[in-house]
T-cell receptor
Framework: GQSLEQPSEVTAVEGAIVQINCTYQ??????LSWYQQHDGGAPTFLSY????GLEETGRFSSFLSRSDSYGYLLLQELQMKDSASYFC???????????????FGRGTQLTVWP | DADVTQTPRNRITKTGKRIMLECSQT?????MYWYRQDPGLGLQLIYY???????NKGEISDGYSVSRQAQAKFSLSLESAIPNQTALYFC??????????????FGPGTRLTVL
């Protein structure tokens, strides 16, 4: 089966850098994704890593180490609007050649203080 | 117009009532999902469908049923609502041809309260 662990809460101040970690256990690995959800809103896709290393998209970066079953989301130059929940997700295997569904972690609530 | 829509957006009902939540999408995606979200528990999968003829249970399907009426429509029913089904419900879609990411696109959510 699949399981994902991430911290429940992280706090930081505006302008700082914060790292949200995710460790996973999965039968078959098809990449690690990150989603952002503002309070009361819908989750939205942020990033995806299939291979080891760092992927950068503006102020956000995502890192993956497949050998350690570990990844993180790095948020730089934090802004108040970054206060949200962040979910990591892995893809499971499916039937035959069909890849399966996503499995989500429980989410990390990021609070950015002025 | 939104690509993934959910109706109703808010619903208050009483214990024992039958409730249907509806989801429609204009993205042309084959895959559709129903999730439940409770504070601190993240997104729990209720049911998912990889095409019109395919329905699969998620981790918390007890007390729920679904119907995939068409590629674009996926409805969730609570046959006899109970208070611990009070939660935020999300519908999502993904494209089977979307590669390994299986990026999911979520609707705005339905806030359900069962009294």
């Amino acid at each position: 089966g699949q399981s994902l662990e991430q911290p429940s809460e992280v706090t930081a101040v505006e302008g700082a850098i914060v790292q949200i970690n995710c460790t996973y256990q999965t039968s078959g690995f098809y990449g690690l994704s990150w989603y952002q959800q503002h309070d009361g809103g819908a989750p939205t896709f942020l990033s995806y890593n299939a291979l080891d290393g760092l992927e950068e998209t503006g102020r956000f970066s995502s890192f993956l180490s497949r050998s350690d079953s570990y990844g993180y989301l790095l948020l730089q130059e934090l802004q108040m609007k970054d206060s949200a929940s962040y979910f990591c997700a892995v893809r499971g295997g499916g039937r035959g050649s069909t890849l399966g569904r996503l499995y989500f972690g429980r989410g990390t609530q990021l609070t950015v203080w002025p | 117009d939104a690509d993934v829509t959910q109706t109703p957006r808010n619903r208050i009902t009483k214990t024992g009532k039958r409730i249907m939540l509806e989801c429609s999408q204009t993205k042309g995606h084959d895959r559709m999902y129903w999730y439940r979200q409770d504070p601190g528990l993240g997104l729990q999968l209720i049911y998912y469908s990889f095409d019109v003829k395919d329905i699969n249970k998620g981790e918390i399907s007890d007390g729920y049923s679904v119907s995939r009426q068409a590629q674009a429509k996926f409805s969730l029913s609570l046959e006899s609502a109970i208070p611990n089904q009070t939660a935020l419900y999300f519908c999502a879609t993904s494209d089977a041809a979307g590669g390994l990411t299986d990026t999911q696109y979520f609707g705005p959510g339905t806030r359900l309260t069962v009294l």
